[in-house]
DNA sequence: CTGTTAGCGCGTTCAG
DNA sequence: CTGAACGCGCTAACAG
C-alpha cells in the first residue's frame, strides 16, 4: 500500500504538506499544490479513510436504525426508499452509513447499545420507525450520547433533532378530500397502532376533521396490519359511508373485505405505495418522499455533528390519487 | 476516551496482554485473564475498532453492492431480504456492512471503482443483480483485486465465488407443476431479459421441459416488467393453455390482462413474493429464501477473506402455492 | 506465560 | 508557506 508519506518523497515534500493538500487546507502555495497532485496522480495513491479516522478522531460513521414491523417487513417499499435516500445522501456527503434493524437490538440495554455503537465508532444515528413504547432507545436519546435524528416523531435535546411531515395535518387533508367527494357523513377510521407517534397524530387530525366537518367518526385500532382492518371493515363498513385507513395495506385489506361483501365504500389510503397500482384499485394517498426525508436526515445528522444544536423540522407532502396504471407505465 | 493502556495500568499489566485476552489469544493464564476482564469492567472499556483495523490492516469491512432495476425497485420485498439477511450474518461475523446501490457507481470505470472501494477500505464485495451486460464490474471482478461473491451468476475464479439456487431445475419443476395440474400443452412463456444470467438458465429449464413434456412453447422477452407481461398476455394468451412467467410481477401482468380479457389460464409465477397474497389471486411459485441465500453470501467473503479459494454453491429452494390469507395471517 | 517496542497511515502542532 | 516530530489506539513480533 502506497501512504502519504510515498507521495511527499515522489513530489519532494514533507508529509504534512500531502495532508494538507488532500483536506483542502488554505496557505498552500498552487506550486506545491500541483506538484503534490501530480505525484498523486502517477502513483496511484489512495488516501487511507482508517487511518485519518484514527487520527483525527471523526469517523464520520453514523447508524441507520430501522424498525420494520412485521406488517411493513413484508412489503419494505417505504423503508427501502428511506434506505437509498439515507445511502445516497450519505455518500455524497462522505459519511458512513452502517444499517442496522431494531432485531438486532432489540434485547440489549442501553449499556449495551452504547458499547455497540461506540464500539463502531458510531457518531449518530437516525432512528426511523420509534414508538413510545421503546423505552430503551429514548432514555439513549435522553442521554444524548450520540447525535440523533429521529424521522416522524416530535423529540428534540440538545443532541437530538427529529424530521417528519405533519401527519395531523395530512390526515386531515386526504380524509377529508375523500369525504367531501364522497358526501360521506358516517366515518370508520382505522388507525394504526396506539402510542405510535403517527398514529396519535392522525388520529388528532382525524378529529379535528370529524369536528370541522360535523362527521360521526368512529375510530378502530387496525394495528397496521390488513387483516385486522379486514376484520374491522367486515365488522362495521357496512353502516358506514367510506372507511378512513391509516396505511395502505390497512386500505388494502379494507377494499378486500368491501368487494367480499359487494357492497362499494370508498377507502382513503394514507402512505402512497407503489404496491397500491399492483392491486388495481383507486384511492386517495398522501404522496411522502420517503427518499429526500431520509436524505434530509443525513443533512441533519451532519449539521449536529458540526456545532448545530437539535431541531425540528417539517417537510412537504402532497395529495395523490394512485391507480393501477400508474405505476406500470 | 479510555484505551487499553488505561485498563493495562488498571490491571497490573502490559498493553499486549489485554490485546491478547481481548483478541482470544491462546496461552494467557486465567488469573491474567480475569484480572483484565475485571479492569475492562470497571473501566467501561470499549475497544476501538478503527485502530484495530489500522494495525492489523483488516477492515473487516464488506459491501453490498445492490443492482435494482426499476421494476424491482418498486417492490423491494426481494431486495430488503437480501439485505437483512446479509446484515444480519455480518453482524454475527463481526464484520462491518455497508451497502451500495449500482447507481451509485454505474458511470465509473474499472479504476474509478478500485479506488472508491479502496478508499473506504473494502476488502470483500457481495454482489446481487449482476447482468452479462455489466462490463465494468465484469472487468473489475476479472481483476481480482477484491474478494468477491456473486449473488445467482456462475463466476468463479480464484478471488470469486457465486452462490444460487439452480434456476433452470426450479423453472423446470414449477412449471412442471403448473402444467400438469391443468394438463396444458401450449404454453406461452415470459422470460426476463435476455443476458441475465438467471433468465437464460430459466429459458434453459423450460426448454428441457418443453421437450420432456412435448410442449409447445412460445417465449416472449417481458423485461421482468408487469406492464410488458400484460401486453404480452393480451397478445398471446388467448390462444395458449398456460401462462409461465420469469417473475411474480410479470405474473401478476399476466393475470391482469387475463381478467380483463375475462378468460380462465393458469399462471405460474417465479420468486414467491409476498406481494401476490396481496393481489388475491392463487398461483405456483418457486420459494426462496432470499435471506438465507446473502447470508451464505457473506460467510463465503469471509472464507475469501481467510485462505479458501473462490468456488461454486447451489442451494436448496422449494415449490409453494402463493395465496390470498397464506400471507396476512 | 508476560512485557517491550516498533510501527499502521494520517492529522496536527510548532518551529523555521 | 513548509517540514520535523509526536501521537491516535491497537497489533504483532520478539525478548525475556
Not at 469517523?59 to 423503508?79: F, H, K, P, V, Y
Not at 390519487?321 to 400508474?326: A, T, V
Request: glycine letters at 6%.
Amino acid at each position: 500500500m502506497i501512504s502519504i508519506k510515498d507521495v511527499a518523497k515522489h513530489a519532494g515534500v514533507a508529509i504534512s504538506t500531502v495532508s494538507k493538500v488532500l483536506n483542502h487546507y488554505p496557505n498552500i502555495s498552487d506550486e506545491t499544490k500541483k506538484k503534490v497532485n501530480q505525484a498523486i496522480d502517477e502513483l496511484g495513491f489512495v488516501p487511507n479513510s482508517i487511518a485519518a479516522a484514527l487520527s483525527s478522531k471523526q469517523s464520520g460513521r453514523i447508524a441507520l436504525l430501522m424498525n420494520l414491523t412485521t406488517q411493513t417487513q413484508a412489503i419494505d417499499e417505504i423503508g427501502m426508499q428511506y434506505m437509498a435516500g439515507a445511502i445516497w445522501q450519505a455518500e455524497k456527503l462522505k459519511m458512513d452509513l452502517i444499517t442496522v434493524f431494531f432485531s438486532m437490538i432489540r434485547d440489549k440495554s442501553v449499556q449495551e447499545l452504547k458499547t455497540y455503537f461506540r464500539s463502531q465508532n458510531i457518531e449518530g444515528i437516525i432512528v426511523y420507525g420509534l414508538s413510545k413504547d421503546d423505552t430503551v432507545l429514548h432514555e439513549l436519546i435522553a442521554s444524548m450520547t450520540f447525535k440523533i435524528v429521529v424521522i416522524d416523531a416530535p423529540i428534540v435535546n440538545r443532541t437530538t433533532s427529529c424530521v417528519w411531515i405533519d401527519h395531523k395535518q395530512a390526515q386531515y387533508e386526504i380524509a377529508k378530500k375523500t369525504i367531501l367527494e364522497n358526501n360521506a357523513k358516517r366515518i370508520l377510521y382505522i388507525a394504526g397502532k396506539r402510542n405510535g407517534y403517527v398514529t396519535d397524530e392522525r388520529i388528532a387530525g382525524m378529529e379535528q376533521l370529524a369536528e370541522d366537518l360535523n362527521l360521526t367518526l368512529l375510530i378502530r385500532e387496525g394495528y397496521f396490519s390488513e387483516l385486522e382492518a379486514r376484520k374491522l371493515t367486515f365488522q362495521y363498513g357496512a353502516y358506514k359511508d367510506a372507511v378512513v385507513c391509516a396505511s395502505d395495506l390497512m386500505a388494502i385489506g379494507a377494499m378486500n373485505a368491501l368487494t367480499e361483501m359487494d357492497i362499494f365504500r370508498p377507502v382513503c389510503g394514507f402512505d402512497g405505495i407503489t404496491l397500491m397500482g399492483y392491486v388495481g384499485k383507486q384511492m386517495n394517498t398522501v404522496r411522502q418522499n420517503f427518499f429526500q426525508i431520509s436524505a434530509e436526515a443525513v443533512k441533519e445528522i451532519r449539521a449536529l455533528l458540526g456545532d448545530s444544536e437539535g431541531r425540528e423540522q417539517k417537510l412537504g407532502y402532497e395529495l395523490a390519487r394512485m391507480q393501477y396504471l400508474d405505476i406500470i407505465c
